[in-house]
C-alpha cells in the first residue's frame, strides 16, 4: 500500500500550488469528458526512489458556520485519518494565528506524523526571522518553503519520507483476484460482500484495508481465490457543492488502484446516476476490467421488457463502457449473485489476454481493405503494423506515417474490429498511434 501524505492548512496558504510543485505538473481539475471525472485532487509522486500519494485538502477554517467549510473541514479530517503523514502549511506573510494553533491542537490530537511546512518563503539566502514564532505550535522544526519558487521542497519531501513504513511487497498470491466493490452509497456494496462471504464460507480473514472503513476480505470457493475490497467508506453525498466531494472519489480511486476488477454498483430503483458515471469513469480511466452490477433488482415490479430496457439505459448513461457485461442480482435474495464469479474469472482472463503480433496484423490488412484509411489534402493514412505492448488493460501501437492522419473515428473502427475477432470482453482498451521517426518513449 503506498504511503499517503495530506497537505492541510488554512485557506489561501498555498496548498494547492504547493501540491501542483510536489506532483510536478499542473493537475487541471476538471476536463470536459462526457462522464468521465478528472476531479484528481490526489496524485502519484516519487521521491528518493519511493513512490507516494499526495493529497490537497480543502482549507480547514477552525470556528466556521459556513456549510461549505464545515464540509472542506470534515473533508480533510478524513484525510487527516488515512494519510501516513501530514504536512501542515502555514503562511509566513500573515504569521501565526489562532486558527493554525487550533489545527495544530487538532493535528496533535490525530497522533499522526506532522511536517510542519512554512509557505511564501520566497526571499532566497538570509532566512525571515518571522518563521521563529512557528516553533510555539510544538510540532517541531518548522521547514521554509515557496511553493511559488520550489525552495525547500526537497527539505520538506525528505522530512516526509522518514516517516513511511518499509517497502511491503504485494503478498497477495497471483492467482488470488482482488476485486474492488465500489459505487455511490446505499446501493449495497456491504451487503453483496456479506452475502458471498456469508455463504460457502470456506477461508475468510479480514485484513484491515486502505482505508478505516475498507476492509479487505479474502474468499476461496471451487472457482478460485478472491480478495474483496470493500470501499464502504463513501460518505453520503452531502447537500453540499459537487466539487469538494473528493474524499469519497479519493477511497474509490484507492481501492481501484489495488484491484484487477472493478463491480460497478448501480441501484436498480434509482438507475444511473450522475454519480454513478463519476465512479465508473474512474474505474474505466484507470484501465480495469469491470463489470456493471445492477442491484436490489428484487424491489423492481417487472414484465418482459423490464431487463431490457434497464440495460438500454445503462448502456446510454455509460457509453463509453460498452465493453462491460451488465449482471442483475438481488444482495439481499442471493439472486445471481453466484454467477459473478464466473464473470470475474471471465473479464480478468480477457484483460490479461495476450495476442501476437502476427495475428494483429492480419486482422489489420482485413480492418483497412474493408475500410479505407482517411486522406487528408491528398495524404492517405498509411498504417505498417500493430503490436500489443502491454496486458491489463491490453495495450497495443499502430506505427503509422502520419499520426494527424489517424482520425479518433478510426482509431474507434481498429479497436471495434480487435473487439470483434478477439473479444476483450469487460476490459477497456488502449490504442496508442506513433508515427516513423517518433522516438520510443
Known amino acids: 500500500m503506498k504511503p499517503l501524505v495530506a497537505i492541510v492548512g488554512r485557506p489561501n496558504v498555498g496548498k494547492s500550488m504547493l501540491f501542483n510543485k510536489l506532483v510536478g505538473k499542473r493537475l487541471s481539475i476538471v476536463e470536459d469528458t462526457p462522464g468521465v471525472t478528472r ?21 480547514i477554517e477552525p470556528g466556521t458556520d459556513s ?5 472542506m473541514r470534515k473533508q480533510a479530517e478524513i484525510a487527516i485519518q488515512n494519510a501516513t503523514v501530514i504536512v501542515f502549511l502555514c503562511d509566513i506573510k500573515t504569521g501565526l494565528t489562532a486558527s493554525d494553533q487550533e489545527v495544530a491542537n487538532m493535528l496533535l490530537r490525530s497522533r499522526k506524523p506532522v511536517v510542519l511546512a ?34 525547500g521542497t526537497g527539505d520538506l519531501l525528505d522530512a516526509c519520507v522518514q ?10 498470491p497471483d492467482d488470488v483476484v482482488k476485486v474492488a466493490v465500489i459505487g455511490k452509497p446505499n446501493v449495497g456494496k456491504s451487503s453483496i460482500i456479506n452475502r458471498i462471504l456469508g455463504e460457502e464460507r470456506v477461508i475468510v480473514s479480514n485484513v484491515a484495508g486502505t482505508t478505516r472503513d475498507a476492509v479487505d476480505s479474502y474468499f476461496e470457493n471451487t472457482q478460485g481465490k478472491y480478495l474483496f475490497i470493500d470501499t464502504a467508506g463513501m460518505r453520503k453525498k452531502s447537500k453540499v457543492d459537487d466539487r469538494i466531494e473528493k474524499f469519497s472519489v479519493l477511497r474509490a480511486t484507492m481501492a481501484i488502484e489495488r484491484s484487477d476488477v472493478c463491480l460497478i454498483l448501480i441501484d436498480a430503483n434509482e438507475g444511473v446516476t450522475e454519480q454513478d458515471t463519476k465512479v465508473a469513469g474512474l474505474a474505466h480511466e484507470a484501465g480495469k476490467a469491470c463489470i456493471i452490477v445492477v442491484n436490489k433488482w428484487d424491489a423492481i415490479e417487472k414484465d418482459d421488457k ?40 471471465y473479464v480478468n482472463d480477457q484483460a490479461a489476454m495476450r495476442i501476437t503480433t502476427g495475428m494483429l496484423n492480419t486482422l489489420l490488412a482485413d480492418a483497412t481493405a474493408r475500410v479505407q484509411p482517411p486522406t487528408d489534402k491528398g ?34 473502427y481498429i479497436e471495434n474490429q480487435i473487439r470483434a475477432t478477439f473479444g476483450l470482453e469487460g476490459t477497456p482498451v488502449r490504442l496508442t498511434i506513433r508515427q516513423k521517426g517518433d522516438k520510443e518513449e
Open 67 to 71: 456549510e461549505i467549510l464545515t464540509f
Open 39 to 59: 476531479d484528481r485532487l490526489y496524485a502519484e509522486a516519487e521521491w528518493c526512489g519511493r513512490t507516494f500519494d499526495i493529497v490537497d485538502t480543502g482549507g
Open 379 to 412: 495524404r492517405r493514412l498509411k498504417i505498417f503494423y500493430m503490436t500489443q505492448v502491454g496486458v491489463k488493460p491490453p495495450h497495443f501501437v499502430c506505427f503509422c506515417n502520419d499520426a494527424q492522419l489517424f482520425h479518433f473515428s478510426y482509431q474507434r
Open 163 to 172: 516517516y513511511f513504513p518499509e517497502e511491503v511487497e504485494d503478498d497477495t
Open 118 to 151: 512554512v509557505n511564501k518563503m520566497d526571499q532566497v539566502g538570509a532566512t525571515n526571522p518571522d518563521i521563529y514564532e512557528f516553533y510555539n505550535l510544538g510540532l517541531g522544526d518548522p521547514i521554509a518553503v515557496s511553493a511559488v519558487h520550489g525552495h
Open 306 to 345: 423490464t431487463m431490457d430496457r434497464m440495460r438500454e439505459d445503462v448502456r446510454r448513461d455509460l457509453s463509453y463502457m460498452t465493453y462491460a457485461p451488465i449482471v442483475f442480482i438481488s444482495a439481499l435474495t442471493g439472486q445471481r449473485v453466484n454467477r459473478l464469479f464466473e464473470l470475474i474469472n
